[in-house]
């Protein structure tokens, strides 16, 4: 039996494996597909998609009053932040919070919450990279225009 999308979160798989480098910046270094890398002293390719990860990297664990009080200081009570960026940070702490309500009621829960933490911030990332394709599509083709321009 496949399982539908949650409401609060894109999925219910969770995605053990996270970048912490945008691929679309590792790809823009590439040779197909590929990056040098350095490690142990020696140098070797490697793909985009092999660089760059962790396990659980962005997941989220259980954020006691203090967790949330200290991300309310330095993400959202702050003096001058734009309205729409309060807004952002503080519908995220909801989503991540929230669920908390729910814990120790079956098994079933308690896992969906658990994909939650450890989804939530991948997906946030995501979302914030995906706003910016149009941007960097848009500068590349101005580049490109430059370039040629250039070259006469």
């Known amino acids: 039996m496949q399982r539908e999308a949650i409401p609060f979160g894109r999925t219910t798989v969770k995605k053990r494996r996270q970048h912490?480098?945008?691929?679309?910046?590792?790809?823009?270094?590439s040779d197909d597909g590929e990056?040098?890398?350095?490690?142990?002293?020696?140098?070797?390719?490697?793909?985009?998609?092999a660089v760059a990860v962790e396990r659980d990297f962005y997941k989220?664990?259980?954020?006691?009053?203090?967790?949330?009080?200290?991300?309310?200081l330095l993400l959202i009570d702050v003096e001058g932040l734009h309205p729409l960026t309060r807004k952002s940070h503080e519908d995220f702490l909801k989503l991540v919070t929230a669920p908390a309500v729910f814990e120790g009621q079956s098994v079933e829960v308690d896992g969906l919450i658990d994909t939650l933490r450890?989804?939530?911030?991948?997906?946030?990332?995501a979302e914030i990279e995906a706003s910016f394709l149009p941007l960097l599509e848009r500068r590349a083709v101005q580049f490109s225009i430059q370039s040629r321009h250039s070259e006469d």
Do not use: M
């Open 35 to 49: 990056v040098y890398c350095l490690a142990d002293d020696r140098i070797f390719r490697t793909s985009t998609t």
């Open 20 to 29: 912490h480098v945008w691929q679309r910046y590792l790809k823009a270094w």
């Open 118 to 125: 450890t989804n939530a911030l991948e997906d946030y990332h």
């Open 60 to 72: 989220i664990g259980k954020l006691t009053p203090a967790d949330i009080a200290l991300i309310r």
